[in-house]
């Protein structure tokens, strides 16, 4: 090796005019999904990930005799891109879907003490699916749950694809539409934190509008529950980097891109530590500023808008007890700094007590907050959530943090996310901040990996793969 190239790969060495050579930068869901699709299709691909592992921000590290995911990712019955992600990589077993919606709701702010209620659905017609469960929630009263249906109504005949609505924040909406601040609280933050990483007030009406008629609005299980009874390594990077070795992908990781570039033939040159790998399509799939300083001159008009798609952090407390303390598999709370308790014991490998999983979202205030702290703000707050924990020896306490888990879902960031191609010719961006009209979630990341991966296959006179998931290209 004298010239930097790789003499028997298909990206290096001779140039290769069958116009059937990708490489994809950076090895998340996003560019799993790309780095699969543009191989199912003939398309010789090399899949760049600067980490030793797969998966990116859903994936999981050993900690003592526990495989602990980062944090607690879920997905719902309508997120047929992720799905069909899992079926690719035979691992739909693995992170199965609820028989039908159940949220176990936990009040702890009323005076009278702990109760408990539920989101559940029925097995009628939209929006009849969730009347019942509505009508009977004990954490709102009778006129809130009333104005909820209303709200429900109006939220059902907007169209999130409108960009004015991507102007509008949601909570003033809801303000706008009866909605008291114990019934933002109670429902719209419930659900709206968890899928949006914002509380409604900081939250665009257009992603929030699709968020809600697309999981509550839409089809009776479209907001059935699905999350991995595995660790998601054994997803995202083990089951993944199987099937990107039976596709043909190269797999390189521990491989970042340092720099790209067209040359005069029209193939583009990706440099790496020590080589030039050469290709005729690039599919960008990293994070917003990371593509940003990998943007060649031109490729964007405003290339400056990328910097503005701001982050959003998400923290994971995670305990360890000697006994059981909750029965059930998770649940969510009001009245508490508390949002999401996860039982994670089974796929974390823990043989004896229980380990729990609590998701932060939205967690600006507490993301720089040193365990000690956390410690103490967060286990007198799981006793009054579990009263068995009152009585159980805490064997182990730690934190994860995730400064920059999502994109922010603020106001005006719609008009800030790019499509899947650029003005440079064989150049695709994917990433879940990119334009699908989704907010920062695993069904966006691998919708955007598809958008990006049909966006080069056409490019490259490749045919389409038949098995394929359908996805609507954003502008």
């Given at each position: 090796?004298?010239?930097?190239?790789?003499?028997?790969?298909?990206?290096?060495?001779?140039p290769?005019?069958?116009?059937?050579d990708?490489?994809v930068?950076?090895?998340?869901?996003?560019?799993?999904?790309?780095?699969?699709?543009?191989?199912?299709?003939?398309?010789?691909?090399?899949?760049?990930?600067?980490?030793?592992?797969?998966?990116?921000?859903?994936?999981?590290?050993?900690?003592?005799?526990?495989?602990?995911?980062?944090?607690?990712?879920?997905?719902?019955?309508?997120?047929?891109?992720?799905?069909?992600?899992?079926?690719?990589?035979?691992?739909?077993?693995?992170?199965?879907?609820?028989?039908?919606?159940?949220?176990?709701?936990?009040?702890?702010?009323?005076?009278?003490?702990?109760?408990?209620?539920?989101?559940?659905r029925?097995?009628?017609?939209?929006?009849?699916?969730?009347?019942?469960?509505?009508?009977?929630?004990?954490?709102?009263?009778?006129?809130?749950r009333a104005?909820?249906?209303?709200?429900?109504?109006?939220?059902?005949?907007?169209?999130?694809?409108?960009?004015?609505?991507?102007?509008?924040?949601?909570?003033?909406?809801?303000?706008?539409?009866?909605q008291s601040?114990?019934?933002?609280?109670?429902?719209?933050?419930?659900v709206?934190?968890?899928?949006?990483?914002a509380?409604?007030?900081?939250?665009?009406?257009?992603?929030?509008?699709?968020?809600?008629?697309?999981?509550?609005?839409?089809?009776?299980?479209?907001?059935?529950?699905?999350?991995?009874?595995?660790?998601?390594?054994?997803?995202?990077?083990?089951?993944?980097?199987?099937?990107?070795?039976?596709?043909?992908?190269?797999?390189?990781?521990?491989?970042?891109?340092?720099?790209?570039?067209?040359?005069?033939?029209?193939?583009?040159?990706?440099?790496?530590?020590?080589?030039?790998?050469?290709?005729?399509?690039?599919?960008?799939?990293?994070?917003?500023?990371?593509?940003?300083?990998?943007?060649?001159?031109?490729?964007?008009?405003?290339?400056?808008?990328?910097?503005?798609?701001?982050?959003?952090?998400?923290?994971?407390?995670?305990?360890?007890y000697?006994?059981?303390?909750?029965?059930?598999?998770?649940?969510?709370?009001?009245?508490?700094?508390?949002?999401?308790?996860?039982?994670?014991?089974?796929?974390?490998?823990?043989?004896?007590?229980q380990?729990?999983?609590?998701?932060?979202?939205?967690?600006?205030?507490?993301?720089?907050?040193?365990?000690?702290?956390?410690?103490?703000?967060?286990?007198?707050?799981?006793?009054?959530?579990?009263?068995?924990?009152?009585?159980a020896?805490?064997?182990?306490?730690?934190?994860?943090?995730?400064?920059?888990?999502?994109?922010?879902?603020?106001?005006?960031?719609?008009?800030?996310?790019?499509?899947?191609?650029?003005?440079?010719?064989?150049?695709?961006?994917?990433?879940?901040?990119?334009?699908?009209?989704?907010?920062?979630?695993?069904?966006?990341?691998?919708?955007?990996?598809?958008?990006?991966?049909?966006?080069?296959?056409?490019?490259?006179?490749?045919?389409?793969?038949?098995?394929?998931?359908?996805?609507?290209?954003?502008?």
């Amino acid at each position: 090796m004298t010239d930097g190239t790789r003499p028997d790969g298909p990206l290096a060495g001779t140039p290769d005019r069958s116009g059937r050579d990708a490489v994809v930068i950076g090895g998340g869901l996003a560019g799993v999904t790309a780095a699969l699709a543009l191989a199912d299709a003939g398309v010789r691909v090399t899949l760049l990930e600067g980490r030793p592992r797969l998966g990116g921000l859903a994936f999981s590290f050993r900690r003592g005799e526990l495989t602990v995911d980062n944090g607690q990712h879920v997905y719902l019955r309508c997120c047929t891109a992720y799905r069909w992600f899992l079926d690719r990589i035979d691992g739909a077993a693995l992170a199965p879907l609820q028989e039908r919606l159940d949220v176990p709701v936990v009040d702890l702010g009323k005076p009278e003490g702990r109760r408990l209620g539920r989101l559940r659905r029925d097995p009628l017609p939209v929006p009849l699916h969730l009347g019942r469960s509505l009508a009977a929630y004990p954490h709102l009263t009778l006129a809130e749950r009333a104005r909820v249906g209303r709200a429900a109504l109006a939220l059902k005949g907007l169209d999130p694809a409108d960009p004015a609505l991507d102007e509008q924040d949601f909570g003033s909406w809801l303000a706008a539409h009866g909605q008291s601040p114990r019934a933002v609280e109670a429902l719209w933050d419930l659900v709206g934190v968890a899928t949006l990483n914002a509380v409604a007030g900081d939250a665009s009406l257009g992603l929030a509008a699709m968020v809600f008629k697309t999981g509550l609005l839409s089809e009776p299980g479209a907001a059935d529950i699905g999350w991995a009874r595995v660790p998601l390594g054994d997803l995202h990077d083990g089951l993944a980097r199987k099937a990107l070795d039976s596709a043909g992908v190269r797999t390189e990781l521990r491989t970042r891109a340092g720099s790209l570039s067209r040359d005069a033939d029209g193939r583009w040159s990706v440099q790496v530590p020590g080589e030039t790998l050469r290709a005729d399509a690039v599919v960008l799939a990293v994070p917003q500023h990371e593509a940003h300083a990998l943007l060649p001159e031109g490729a964007l008009d405003d290339p400056g808008r990328l910097l503005g798609i701001g982050t959003a952090p998400i923290l994971n407390v995670h305990v360890v007890y000697d006994r059981q303390v909750l029965a059930a598999p998770f649940l969510t709370a009001l009245g508490t700094p508390l949002q999401w308790v996860f039982d994670r014991t089974d796929a974390s490998g823990l043989r004896s007590g229980q380990y729990l999983a609590v998701s932060q979202s939205a967690a600006q205030d507490e993301i720089d907050t040193p365990v000690a702290t956390l410690r103490e703000r967060y286990l007198p707050e799981l006793e009054r959530l579990l009263p068995r924990a009152r009585d159980a020896r805490v064997l182990d306490f730690f934190v994860t943090r995730e400064r920059t888990a999502t994109f922010a879902p603020t106001p005006g960031v719609g008009r800030l996310r790019p499509g899947a191609r650029t003005k440079a010719p064989g150049l695709y961006l994917a990433g879940a901040w990119t334009a699908t009209g989704w907010p920062a979630t695993m069904e966006s990341a691998v919708r955007s990996g598809v958008g990006a991966a049909e966006a080069a296959l056409g490019a490259l006179g490749r045919p389409r793969p038949r098995h394929l998931f359908a996805v609507e290209e954003a502008a």
